[in-house]
């Protein structure tokens, strides 16, 4: 499987803002990773990625804890995905679910049910779409506080793949099936609980 530059490129950008971000949270509070029950006074909790711009791909989640170990997810995305044949542009609420396997070690599923206009470059025309994508990523948690506040940082690494597009151009479909899968670099949130 051939791995492109920019995805190297990627990567190691995210893993440095990663570092950088920790870094960061270190100096300002030593108290990070403090275990889960810990956090059960807080049920609520948004986040969102600074690493978006890079992958062009946007969302932002609210997270509800319901039990000691599991959260619903709800939120809105936005992918600005583009290609040598053109450019994606998705609208998509984000409906998930995350278990605490042990601390902040976690596993989590989302579907992005999304309203997808692509842009097909070589014809000069754009196709509506309604898809579903699916996405599975592995993460963890490290909660610190600035100014007093209950503050978290999560890596994740995602890997998904679509499951329906109603109105795809061939080029996208011929580009999906040589990448039926997709993987991102390791993805970053920063949230807030509540």
Excluded: C
Excluded at 91 to 120: C, M, N, T
Excluded at 124 to 129: A, F, H, N, R, T
Excluded at 154 to 171: C, H, M, R, T, V
């Amino acid at each position: 499987m051939k791995i492109k530059k920019s995805l190297i490129t990627k990567s190691i950008l995210s893993i440095l803002v990663f570092a950088l971000l920790f870094n960061f949270i270190l100096a300002q509070n030593g108290n990070v990773g403090r275990s889960q029950k810990q956090n059960l006074n807080y049920k609520h909790s948004i986040d969102t990625s600074p690493i978006s711009p890079l992958i062009d791909i946007y969302g932002i989640h609210y997270n509800y804890h319901f039990t000691d170990q599991d959260e619903l997810i709800v939120g809105l995305g936005y992918m600005r995905i583009g290609y040598d044949f053109g450019n994606t542009n998705s609208v998509a609420l984000i409906v998930g679910y995350r278990r605490y396997l042990w601390e902040k070690l976690h596993i989590e599923y989302q579907l992005w049910p999304s309203y997808d206009e692509f842009y097909e470059s070589n014809e000069d025309k754009y196709y509506p779409s309604y898809d579903l994508w699916n996405e599975f990523r592995l993460g963890y948690q490290f909660d610190f506080k600035l100014f007093e506040m209950p503050f978290y940082a999560s890596i994740q690494w995602p890997f998904g793949f679509g499951l329906y597009a109603s109105n795809k151009p061939e080029s996208f479909k011929e580009h999906e099936e040589e990448n039926r899968f997709f993987y991102h670099v390791p993805l970053i949130f920063m949230g807030y609980r509540f």
